[in-house]
Nanobody, 121 residues
Framework: QVQLVESGGGLVQTGGSLKLSCAAS????????MAWYHQAPGKQRELVAD???????NYADSVKGRFTISRDNAKNTVYLQMNSLKPEDTAVYFC???????????????WGQGIQVAVSS
C-alpha cells in the first residue's frame, strides 16, 4: 500500500518559520498533484497549497506571500515552507497526494495522519 508521513510541525512564536515535509512510500508508479491542507479546531479542512507534477502551484489567499510549496519528485516528497507565521495558522496540517500505483491510468487519493502546528501570540 501507500503511506504519507509528515514531519516538521511544532510550536513557534508569531513571525517565526517552520518547514513541513511529507514523504510518500509504498506502491508508487507516479504522483500527480500533492497538497497541504489544514484544519483548525471546530472548522472544516481547507486547502493551503497544492503543486502539480509539473510544478505549477496554487495557494490559499491567506498564505500567499508567506508560504511556499515545493516537491522533490525523486524523493516522492512535498514540502511546505511557512514564514511569518500568525496565530491563525494554528491547525493540524495534512499532506495529500494523488498517486498512480501501477501502469494503469488510475489515480488514488491518500492522506497523511496530520501534524500539529501551533503559533503563539
Amino acid at each position: 500500500q501507500v503511506q504519507l508521513v509528515e514531519s516538521g510541525g511544532g510550536l513557534v512564536q508569531t513571525g517565526g518559520s517552520l518547514k513541513l515535509s511529507c514523504a510518500a512510500s509504498g506502491n508508487i508508479f507516479s504522483i500527480n498533484t500533492m497538497a497541504w491542507y489544514h484544519q483548525a479546531p471546530g472548522k472544516q479542512r481547507e486547502l493551503v497549497a497544492d503543486i502539480t507534477g509539473g510544478g505549477v502551484t496554487n495557494y490559499a489567499d491567506s498564505v500567499k506571500g508567506r508560504f511556499t510549496i515545493s516537491r522533490d519528485n525523486a524523493k516522492n516528497t512535498v514540502y511546505l515552507q511557512m514564514n511569518s507565521l500568525k496565530p491563525e495558522d494554528t491547525a493540524v496540517y495534512f499532506c495529500y497526494a494523488q498517486i498512480q500505483r501501477d501502469s494503469r491510468p488510475h489515480l488514488f487519493a491518500y492522506w497523511g495522519q496530520g501534524i500539529q502546528v501551533a503559533v503563539s501570540s
